[in-house]
């Protein structure tokens, strides 16, 4: 019994000894090693969710490579005669801190989705392919197309100058209030069989 009391003793002392100011390390010391520690910490976070961010990454697994990116590969957003490339994580990804959190989180799913091999080939990608889709959809939707807004906007366009078909349908857009993918599905990838007239919007 006193052998488990000076146990229980000696790990107080050490909680106690943790909690108490150090005699021999001066609080200024103290100050500038967390500080320190936090610019580290919060370099290296930093640096972890923009890697999570490039084309590289995205397409690091074969269920994304051999699918949705060789049809991207085919789109205007990949090759197009201004130059100007959108990778996965700019329609994807939003770039203000705090969706982009919560977008984040959002994408545990699909590390679950890799360990249960949920679309780990053409046919079972092909099978969830229409799910897939409308839960992008819903999520661009609610976000009234904010990653595409990153680079497209009404106020910006010149319908003036646009093929006919596309003034009149954004011209429409403007006055309906409506958003990007409400007319934009597939614009990137192949639409998934199935679609409904209210997937077509």
Request: hydrophobic share 30%; aromatic share 8%; charged share 25%.
């Amino acid at each position: 019994m006193a052998g488990s009391g000076g146990s229980n003793e000696g790990n107080g002392g050490w909680w106690q000894r943790a909690r108490s100011p150090s005699a021999t390390i001066s609080i200024l010391t103290l100050v500038v090693a967390g500080f320190a520690a936090g610019i580290l910490f919060w370099g290296g976070f930093n640096t972890i969710v923009e890697a999570t961010n490039t084309e590289s990454f995205c397409i690091s697994c074969h269920e994304m490579r051999d699918n949705v990116y060789a049809e991207y590969k085919n789109t205007i957003h990949y090759t197009n005669r201004t130059g100007v490339r959108a990778v996965c994580s700019d329609c994807h990804v939003p770039r203000d801190w705090t969706h982009k959190m919560m977008r984040k989180v959002q994408a545990t799913k699909e590390l679950y989705g890799k360990v249960m091999g949920t679309i780990d080939t053409k046919e079972k990608f092909e099978a969830k392919r229409l799910e897939l889709a409308r839960h992008e959809w819903a999520r661009m939707k609610a976000a009234d197309s904010r990653e595409c807004r990153t680079c497209h906007t009404f106020e910006s366009m010149n319908t003036e100058v646009q093929k006919p078909r596309a003034k009149k349908a954004h011209e429409l857009g403007v006055r309906d209030k409506q958003t990007c993918i409400d007319c934009h599905k597939g614009i990137a990838h192949k639409k998934p069989q199935g679609m409904t007239e209210a997937d077509e919007g």
